[in-house]
C-alpha cells in the first residue's frame, strides 16, 4: 500500500507561480512511477508530468517549458514547479503512484488561477 498527500494548491493570478507537492509513505520502496495529473470541471483527467525513479520526465505539451516535474527519494516526495499560469490550468491537481502494478492516487489539491 502507498498513500499519497498533496499540497500546496491555492489561488494564484495569471502569470503566477505554485509550487505543489506530494509525500509518498508506505511501500514507498516499490514506487516506479510518480506524477502529477489534473481534472478541470467538466473535462477527463489528463497526464500533466511524470518521472520515473531513474528521474526520466515526460510533460504534457501545454505544460512544456511552464511546469517541471522533480523528486526528492530521499524524502519520499514529488514537486511540480508550475510557472507562467494560465487560467486554463485551473483544475483539481493529483498525485499518482505507481508501484507493483498498482496505481495510487493522492485526494487531489485545487489550482485556481484567475485575476
Known amino acids: 500500500q502507498v498513500q499519497l498527500v498533496e499540497s500546496g494548491g491555492g489561488l494564484v493570478q495569471p502569470g503566477g507561480s505554485l509550487r505543489l507537492s506530494c509525500a509518498a509513505s508506505?511501500?514507498?520502496?516499490?514506487?516506479?512511477?510518480m506524477g502529477w495529473y489534473r481534472q478541470a470541471p467538466g473535462k477527463e483527467r489528463e497526464l500533466v508530468a511524470v518521472?520515473?525513479?531513474?528521474?526520466?520526465?515526460n510533460y504534457a505539451d501545454s505544460v512544456k517549458g511552464r511546469f517541471t516535474i522533480s523528486r526528492d527519494n530521499a524524502k519520499n516526495t514529488v514537486f511540480l514547479q508550475m510557472n507562467s499560469l494560465k487560467p486554463e490550468d485551473t483544475a483539481v491537481y493529483y498525485c499518482?503512484?505507481?508501484?507493483?502494478?498498482?496505481?495510487?492516487w493522492g485526494k487531489g489539491t485545487l489550482v485556481t488561477v484567475s485575476s
Open positions: 518521472i520515473t525513479s531513474r528521474g526520466r520526465t
Open positions: 499518482k503512484a505507481t508501484a507493483g502494478g498498482i496505481y495510487y
Open positions: 508506505g511501500s514507498i520502496f516499490s514506487i516506479v512511477v
